[in-house]
């Protein structure tokens, strides 16, 4: 290995993965497969363990509930998919693998047309950017639409363009629920949604009694919205779901978390981030919008891709290279779950929380959004002036969550908060580390409070 970023982190890294290849050799694998490229030593090193030995811990539960049949959700399920029914084949465990093409975005109108409040809670969600024109892009109002409702509000540019804080959203959604123009318009798109949906879950098989659903997790908005539609067209169906990891669970929905959920180790969710593994988990087609019939069957419509990332190809040939080299047998499924977590965990903390100005220089400049409008893209780590790191303080993030009422909100947050730091020097960086942390530790604790 030359004397570079390969040798540095990347002995950090095999050290780690030297340490925990009792069942899986990551190690050994990582070694014969070393290559000099960024994207290919952060799979074999990071994305590589964690993905595997989640699609592992999928088997395990799906043998062990003697499932038949898993349904993964597109698009942070194509990858986990296709690993778990390489293993099921290789191991005859005869598990049918299926890729379900829908998206939070999709499944917003259909849920409200069958409940209006929930439907609403979905279409003026929280988030880092949000604004009156990306909530009207949610729905997928034409332009026209949107500048109708836009009028009949009264609102002027600047205001639709302003970044909201949880104060603005919420006197956004009591003025569009009171606006007629905006009400009619929704509920026609929400009838023709709610048609679509429902025919392509049936033609796709979602009729038995019980479902079972992949996808990354957080805060368990997709299954909670399928059960909904589903159980508008049968009310006996259930839907259980297997998550990398859960912050909130909904009421009478039955999940199965991995790695963190909010009874099961919920404080690793501080040194974790959702948009990284977001990306590791990212498919080369567009976002599900919607639904169309074509002759006799129904087809999803997707999102045009504007950012094309080349990891995407790239990591899943990696991984298959990985996988090629892991001796599957019927021991695989025997692995202790803590062990499998082990095998990954001190690396994915390490590239999440301590990332090098080399891992930060491609990885942070990946495309993402987080809103489910997609009507927007931003680096993953945006460099953050330090005249706006102040901002990042407890004090003043607490003072801003408490006292302050402003409509508008005061900053756009990262998506990649540690990478967006990566340049600092290194007491400001690790100060501000400090603070981001305790910050994040007092919002998971009021979430178990929640969850209680």
Known sequence: MTKNYNNVRMDVYLKNLEKNSDDIDYYNIAKQLYSENIIEQTVLCVSGPMLISYAIWIIKEAKRKEIKRLFFIARDGLIICKIVSYFSKQLDLNIQCNYLYCSRYAMKLPVYYINQELGFDLIFSGGSRVSLNSILKRINFDKQQQKSI?????????????????????????????????????????????????????????????????????????????????????????????????????????????????????????????????????????????????NNSVEPILKEIFIKEKFVEIQEKMIFKMIDKITIDSKIIEIDNEKLMKSYEKNMILFINNPTKYEVSYWGNVGYCEDDSESYFVKLAEEIP???????????????????????????????????????????????????????????????????
């Not at 804080?165 to 709610?194: D, Q």
């Not at 706006?388 to 303080?393: D, K, P, T």
């Not at 909100?409 to 400001?428: D, P, T």
């Open 150 to 294: 836009i009028s009949a509000i009264n609102y002027t540019e600047e205001q639709c363009n302003t970044v909201l804080n949880n104060v603005g959203i919420k006197e956004i959604r009591t003025t569009l629920i009171k606006c007629k123009e905006f009400i009619n318009e929704l509920n026609i798109l929400a009838k023709n949604s709610y048609e679509n949906i429902t025919k392509y879950f049936l033609q796709e098989g979602l009729v038995e009694e019980k479902i079972y659903i992949v996808d990354s997790g957080w805060r368990g908005n997709i299954q909670n919205s399928i059960s909904v539609i589903l159980k508008s067209l049968n009310a006996n169906i259930e839907v259980e779901g297997f998550y990398f990891g859960l912050e909130k669970f909904h009421v009478n929905q039955t999940y199965n978390c991995f790695y963190f959920s909010p009874i099961k180790h919920p404080f690793r969710i501080l040194h974790f981030n959702y948009n990284v593994f977001e990306n590791f988990c990212s498919a080369s087609h567009g976002m599900t919008v919607g639904y169309k019939q074509k």
């Open 386 to 452: 330090k005249f706006e790191s102040y901002h990042y303080l407890l004090i003043r993030r607490l003072y801003e969550r408490v006292f302050t009422k402003k409509r508008k909100r005061m900053i756009s947050e990262s998506m990649w908060i540690k990478g967006s730091f990566v340049n600092y020097n290194f007491l400001l960086k690790k100060w501000i580390y400090f603070n981001i942390d305790i910050f994040e530790a007092i919002r998971i604790f009021n979430l178990l409070i929640k969850n209680i």
